[in-house]
Antibody, heavy 120, light 107 residues
Framework: QVQLQESGPGLVKPSQTLSLTCTVS??????????WSWIRQHPGKGLEWIGYIYYSGSTYYTPSLKNLVNISVDTSNNQFSLKLSSVTAADTAVYYC????????????WGQGTPVTVSS | SYELTQPPSVSVSPGQTASITCSGD??????AYWYQQKPGQSPVLVIY???KRPSGIPERFSGSNSGNTATLTISGTQAMDEADYYCQAWDSSTGVVFGGGTKLTVL
């Protein structure tokens, strides 16, 4: 069974770049038609999809963040990463990585989530 | 952009049936997915492709989707079902869309 684990700084200064990594175990990140995704949840709020990288390398980002987000994959380490630039306090959230699948993307496996605070 | 609307809260007595709705424009033409999230935990998929249950999800969880509304139904609700529930769909212009979430209280 695939498992996902987020890692990265828990505190980022405003205007800097938030960088997180998701390590996948129990399966190869480059095998199978999966959408390796990032999702966040603001404190006390609902889920917000950020974007995904498909196993082929193509990416799709939510329109409201697409100019600020980059998702990449490191197949040698079975990881994928999120970079969110020019962060503000509004980017304070728990960030989840997840595995998506299906013609209409849905998520069957999630990481435990990592809290990120944007503050000086 | 595409939006999904859920009621903020639903209450149900133990053993009764809980229904949580999710509304979106022509949602019935898409697949609806449902996730359960308990405090401090990651979301867990409970329904996919409108009506299917992943392995390990109790039979009391069921789903439907028609017109503009998808519904998650929990029959014989148990205290352990108290959680936040999120619907999700895919839109070709917006990508993955989540509903705002519904807090299910079992009292």
């Amino acid at each position: 069974q695939v498992q996902l684990q987020e890692s990265g700084p828990g505190l980022v200064k405003p205007s800097q770049t938030l960088s997180l990594t998701c390590t996948v175990s129990g399966g190869s990140i480059s095998s199978g038609a999966y959408y390796w995704s990032w999702i966040r949840q603001h404190p006390g709020k609902g889920l917000e999809w950020i974007g995904y990288i498909y196993y082929s390398g193509s990416t799709y980002y939510t329109p409201s963040l697409k100019n600020l987000v980059n998702i990449s994959v490191d197949t040698s380490n079975n990881q994928f990463s999120l970079k969110l630039s020019s962060v503000t306090a509004a980017d304070t959230a728990v960030y989840y990585c997840a595995r998506g699948q299906g013609l209409e993307v849905w998520f069957d496996s999630w990481g435990q989530g990592t809290p990120v605070t944007v503050s000086s | 952009s595409y939006e999904l609307t859920q009621p903020p809260s639903v209450s149900v007595s133990p053993g009764q049936t809980a229904s949580i709705t999710c509304s979106g424009d022509k949602l019935g033409d898409k697949y609806a997915y449902w996730y359960q999230q308990k405090p401090g935990q990651s979301p867990v998929l409970v329904i996919y492709e409108d009506i299917k249950r992943p392995s390990g999800i109790p039979e009391r969880f069921s789903g439907s989707n028609s017109g503009n509304t998808a519904t998650l139904t929990i029959s014989g609700t148990q205290a352990m079902d108290e959680a936040d529930y999120y619907c999700q769909a895919w839109d070709s212009s917006t990508g993955v869309v989540f509903g705002g979430g519904t807090k299910l209280t079992v009292l």
